[in-house]
């Protein structure tokens, strides 16, 4: 036979795959590809494929023409092409003259979601919407309700989009049926629940935390997805400056201390803390984490998730690890003052602590933690670094373009650069110009005289001026040179930063 590397999607006849059950392909692991007057031609793995591509060539009255291909590469063709036979529109079409308030109450697949696609319209809307949002990279999905219809946005790079408006009738279904995949009560209409999904969507192992709030027009749905497989980003890939990234390792090469990253909701603290301990994490080391939720499963690593329910707090966490022998651990968030204590203690102990914290930038952290009931003296001694960040969407590099800045441009940047860079907007990027996101970070490192001035209780903006002495840059400076380098645009900068600037 002869053998071929890989299965592109322009090379496949989508019409030989309507009648093909999902799990007859993928179970004698075969794809067929196109067909002539006189050959049907598929790609096969092994004798399974070929007598299966006998069998389909025969009802054609066509010859079987089979190709060898890794069994990988069929899968992964099989997935690609049967999530594109469920496209919302094409359910919502379907859903036209059928019963909308009725529900499946059982998930009858256990595994994956392109084998649900001849299933209840209920099921098979959402199916083809959380289908979509895997496909778009979205990271999640909004169910809102309004007096007339029902709003669906999925967030992709951190920008909310609507895509699709279904009709008010199938509110309380849809809504039902999330419920149910999340294990949640779908009689409990009036108090908010939080739950989670495990599906395999396209070939792709996601995690989906589901949360519901009673809203005076009915409940509203949040899924937040995470892909499983992705992995944990390290901290090369994570967009830091080469200076930031040595003086930060040199941070977490300390033996014990505290480590802070800050940043508003969404800003990339969690990957940060994520790509941190992927960097830590060593044999000779115990590493201990607290978090709310678990995001990603970090092999190696203890892992504990908070439960307020049952008394299972970050303070009640952070305790109960000090008995664990650990030798780093990581906070998910410092919230309040006993937190805060137990970090400073156990950072004063001999532990190296890594936590977040919401503040605008990185000087206010400190005076954050003074204003919390921490002791100056205290927070002096056990803080080795603050790291603040934002999110910036990057330009879509196939179809990226220089144009001439103008004088706006330049007086913003402070200089004259010959280009600037912006996306013109393709099909990988959906016109949007961008595509994926890196982050924009400014790294204060608490140096003597920065120590001097928190037991002094100085302002957070002296601080600043201190530090901007000995080379601190502000994010929007860094932001500057990732705009120079042609990483993002100008426009994107002053959306993530512009309240910063003006404070």
């Known amino acids: 036979m002869e053998i071929i590397d890989e299965i592109k999607d ?23 590809l196109r067909r002539s007057d006189s050959e049907l031609m598929a790609a096969v793995a092994d004798n399974r494929g070929i007598f299966a591509l006998r069998d389909l060539a025969r009802s054609l ?8 291909a890794e069994e990988k590469v069929i899968i992964d063709a099989i997935n690609r092409m049967y999530s594109r036979a469920s496209r919302m529109n094409e359910v919502m079409g379907d859903m036209k003259g059928e019963d909308l308030s009725m529900v499946a109450t059982e998930f009858e697949s256990p595994k994956d979601l392109l084998e649900l696609t001849e299933e209840a319209p209920i099921i098979r809307l959402l199916n083809a919407l959380l289908m979509e949002a895997v496909k778009e990279k979205a990271s999640d999905i909004h169910v809102e309700p309004y007096e007339k219809g029902l709003d669906v946005r999925f967030r992709v790079d951190g920008i909310l989009r609507k895509v699709l408006s279904p009709p008010k009738i199938i509110q309380d279904a849809l809504i039902s049926r999330i419920k149910i995949l999340a294990s949640l009560d779908i009689a409990e209409k009036r108090l908010p629940q939080d739950g989670r999904i495990r599906l395999l969507i396209g070939g792709k192992d996601i995690d989906i935390r589901v949360s519901t709030i009673p809203t005076a027009l009915g409940e ?3 899924l937040r997805l995470l892909d499983r497989l992705a992995g944990v980003l390290s901290l090369e890939m994570i967009g830091l400056s080469d200076r930031i990234l040595t003086s930060f390792r040199n941070a977490l090469s300390r033996p014990n201390g505290i480590i802070l990253v800050t940043g508003p909701t969404g800003s990339g603290k969690t990957t940060t803390l994520y790509a941190s301990l992927l960097k830590l994490n060593t044999e000779d080391r115990n590493i201990i984490t607290v978090e709310d939720p678990v995001e990603y499963q970090l ?15 970050f303070a009640a966490g952070l305790r109960s690890i000090l008995r664990q022998d650990p030798d780093i651990m990581m906070v998910g968030e410092i919230r309040d003052m006993e937190t805060a204590e137990i970090a400073v203690h156990a950072s004063l102990t001999g532990h190296l602590v890594l936590s977040t914290l919401h503040t605008n930038d990185a000087p206010s952290a400190l005076t954050r933690l003074i204003d919390m009931g921490i002791e100056p003296f205290l927070v002096a001694s056990s803080l080795v670094c603050v790291l603040a960040q934002r999110l910036v969407r990057v330009i879509c590099p196939h179809c990226k373009e220089s144009y001439m800045p103008t004088k706006q441009e330049t007086d913003f940047l402070e200089t004259v650069p010959s280009v600037l860079y912006r996306g013109r907007g393709c099909d990988k990027c959906l016109g949007k110009g961008y595509l994926g996101r890196s982050g924009i970070y400014e790294l204060l490192e608490i140096t003597p005289r920065i120590r001097t001035m928190i037991v ?16 601190f840059k502000t994010l929007q400076k860094n932001a500057v040179e990732k705009i120079m380098q042609g990483v993002t645009t100008i426009e994107e900068v002053l959306r993530v930063t512009q309240k910063d600037i003006e404070e």
């Not at 090379?11 to 392909?25: K, R």
């Not at 092999?299 to 707090?313: A, C, D, E, F, Y």
């Open 61 to 68: 009255n066509l010859k079987p023409h089979p190709l060898k």
């Open 299 to 313: 092999s190696g690593i203890g892992q504990m998730q908070v439960n307020p329910k049952i008394g299972l707090t």
């Open 220 to 222: 509203r749905a949040v």
């Open 10 to 32: 322009d090379e496949i006849e989508i019409t030989l795959l309507q009648n093909l059950p999902l799990s007859f392909v993928k179970g004698n692991v075969f794809l067929p």
């Open 456 to 471: 002094e209780r100085q302002d957070a903006q002296s601080i600043k001026t201190e530090a901007s002495r000995t080379g």
